[in-house]
């Protein structure tokens, strides 16, 4: 029987002691949560400790073999670039010790019912009342922001996941830094897309500087803009689902499993609006110039073969 890797978190950094400190509550809460498991995290710049003195720890406890779990939404610059140097550091550090490295974190359907939550909290729902009619509501996503357009994509891309099946009026995307349109800006089209009731939603997983300064934005722009309602949501928080969304990237991780997208692919995971084509079979494209002889080209579902 071998030992499973232990688990190693990465964290983005911040300046913000209190953001630093959820991170860091976080990683001792996942260790709590699985004792069987050494558990360690680290930030690649701003925070103490460093990932290098999170490996040092598990390395001193005897591990050899670990799994690191980027603790990120999106994949931009750290999470393929800083991220994996870091470990290529560490392993000629401490040389016999070998690892593989996990997906970021969104946008997986069990972060989106955690905003989902978010926003009916900033509505008024809780108190036994019902949250106010989603039709009216048109959401703003924040995204962190990249000078990588992928990354950037990914937030537009999670934006289009939270507004699908779920009844809001939109859900438009902006970001905090590095990219257009900045909070101002998204909240303008907002009001030119005719938005009744605006609900700024940081996607972020901690506190810190940057949702901060989304918060301070919104307040600037409302006050500037009374004829529009405009409501702060908070960030996603040290949820039971982030816990378990960093257990199943580490279980991906462990198991070596580089796999394509599939959290929010709609026959495999019953998205809202969507549940009936979970499990249905899939069908080669018919494509004109196939004329029923197989000369070695299959047109498979876009490639996505439902045998995983």
Known sequence: ?????????AGHGTRDEAGAEAFRDFVRELGRRHPELPVAGGF?????PPLGEAVADLVERGVRRFAAVPLMLVSAGHAKGDIPAALAREKERHPGISYTYGRPLGPHPSLLAVLERRLDEALGAGEGRAPMDRADVTV??????STDPDANAEVHKAARLLWEGRGYAGVETAFVSL????VPSGLDRCLKLGARRIVVLPYFLFTGILPERVRQQTEGWAAAHPEAEVRSADVIGPEPE???????????????EARMNCDSCVYRIALPGFEDKVGLPQQPHFHPDDDGH??????????HAHAH
């Open 242 to 256: 982030l816990l378990d969304l960093v257990m199943e990237r580490y279980r991906e991780a462990a198991a070596g």
């Open 140 to 145: 703003l996503l924040v995204g962190r922001g």
């Open 44 to 48: 690649i710049e701003l925070s103490p």
């Open 1 to 9: 029987m071998t030992t499973p890797p232990a688990l190693l978190i």
């Open 179 to 182: 990219a257009a349109p900045d």
């Open 294 to 303: 197989d000369h070695g080209h299959h047109h498979h579902h876009g490639g």
